[in-house]
């Protein structure tokens, strides 16, 4: 299954290294080992700890540390190194490294914090971060468009239905909004093949021209239909009648049902839900503090096999490269209290990254 070329890093890898030219003398005979320290590699090494003329006071933070701690275990059914024995503050510092490397997670970025307080109480608090690896979520309509127009295509209705949701519900945006920056990426390109129309070959101009237009009108028309909810509630009716035959149809019906599964559980959610708003007092223009917003890298688009498209990809990639970091989709628990047991603050985002991904490329595999 070919992946969509849109879902690509939008930072620059670092080139992989050379290796060495390995050498052309003969091998060396065997010969006995030397000295081994034995049971050396099976031993633990604790990390080390220096002591600092500024440590916080042992009577205002071991106690608080502690209970906070506690409450954190708790939460997350595990248990960690007993530091009794440890003087402080290194009991403190070890059990935090412990419970550190107890929490990574595969895909999810886990930073463990010690905060004080307004009334100056220390207290555990772990904020929990979804990795989306540098990586543009954008959503081909076009494709998805023509498909439509074949009544009998039941593939693309359901396809159709993810796609209302993700619009209505879960806060896609659509790229002739004009405040969204693929409206803008497609603005610019119009301007630039105006502006040099003069210069350009005729049939450069000719073929841009037609599939700027070509978008802008499948835009327009799919800015209606994905307003209209209707098609998201007709999902549920389509399955319950719907036997897919080849893989494909089994990939679709699949993605259609984990959509309204997650809207079911998660009735109220979106993806801004779990976001650190930018500061506007930070805001400079159209890009607010220089974050890669959300909006810029989860968002529709017309289509992705042109050369519009791979101009606007690299306008894209040199403008991340600028960029100062990512708005990440984050969550945050404090342990002053007892918190119950673990709830995954970001399913629902991560459930609907894994949603879009699979259906840029349905879209694109689409018959």
């Known amino acids: 299954?070919?992946?969509?070329?849109?879902?690509?890093?939008?930072?620059?890898?670092?080139?992989?290294?050379?290796?060495?030219?390995?050498?052309?003398?003969?091998?060396?005979?065997?010969?006995?080992?030397?000295?081994?320290?034995?049971?050396?590699?099976?031993?633990?090494?604790?990390?080390k700890y220096h002591a600092s003329v500024?440590?916080?006071?042992?009577?205002?933070?071991?106690?608080?540390?502690?209970?906070?701690?506690?409450?954190l275990l708790d939460y997350y059914g595990i248990q960690t190194l007993d530091v009794r024995a440890f003087a402080y503050p290194y009991n403190i510092l070890l059990?935090?490294?412990?419970?550190?490397?107890?929490?990574?997670?595969?895909?999810?970025?886990?930073?463990?914090?010690?905060?004080?307080?307004?009334?100056?109480?220390?207290?555990?608090?772990?904020?929990?971060?979804?990795n989306t690896g540098s990586t543009l979520y954008y959503i081909p309509l076009a494709p998805l468009y023509k498909a439509l127009q074949d009544e009998q295509n039941i593939c693309a209705k359901l396809l159709l239905g993810v796609c209302v949701y993700l619009h209505r519900k879960a806060g896609v945006c659509h790229y002739r909004d004009s405040e969204s920056y693929?409206?803008?990426?497609?603005?610019?390109?119009?301007?630039?093949?105006?502006?040099?129309?003069?210069?350009?070959?005729?049939?450069?101009?000719?073929?841009?021209?037609?599939?700027?237009?070509?978008m802008f009108n499948i835009g327009d028309k799919m800015t209606g239909i994905l307003a209209d909810e209707n098609h998201l509630l007709q999902l549920r009716s389509i399955m319950d009648s719907y036997t897919p035959i080849s893989r494909y149809e089994a990939l679709c019906a699949k993605l259609a049902n984990q959509t309204l599964a997650v809207w079911k559980e998660h009735p109220q959610a979106n993806l801004y839900q779990h976001i650190v708003p930018?500061?506007?007092?930070?805001?400079?223009?159209?890009?607010?503090?220089?974050?890669?917003?959300?909006?810029?890298?989860i968002s529709f688009i017309g289509e992705t096999s042109s050369n519009v498209y791979d101009t606007m990809m690299n306008m894209t990639n040199d403008d991340f490269n600028e960029r100062s970091g990512v708005q990440d989709f984050e969550a945050t628990v404090s342990f002053s209290e007892p918190c119950g047991k673990y709830k995954d603050g970001l399913d629902y985002e991560e459930r609907m990254i894994a949603i879009i991904d699979e259906l840029c490329n349905l879209i694109t595999e689409m018959p």
Request: aromatic share 8%; charged share 30%; hydrophobic share 30%.
């Open 1 to 47: 299954m070919q992946t969509l070329s849109a879902n690509r890093p939008f930072l620059k890898r670092p080139r992989q290294t050379s290796r060495c030219t390995g050498s052309e003398v003969e091998q060396a005979s065997p010969g006995p080992a030397g000295i081994v320290a034995n049971g050396f590699l099976k031993q633990r090494f604790l990390p």
């Open 54 to 71: 500024s440590t916080p006071q042992q009577a205002k933070v071991e106690a608080a540390y502690l209970k906070s701690s506690a409450h």
């Open 95 to 130: 059990q935090q490294w412990d419970i550190s490397r107890r929490l990574r997670l595969k895909s999810r970025y886990r930073e463990l914090q010690l905060i004080e307080t307004e009334e100056q109480n220390v207290v555990l608090s772990l904020k929990e971060t979804i």
């Open 182 to 214: 693929v409206c803008y990426l497609y603005d610019i390109m119009d301007n630039w093949i105006e502006d040099d129309k003069d210069s350009m070959d005729d049939g450069d101009y000719k073929e841009q021209r037609v599939t700027l237009d070509e």
């Open 278 to 297: 930018i500061d506007e007092d930070d805001e400079d223009d159209y890009y607010g503090n220089g974050k890669i917003q959300v909006t810029d890298y």
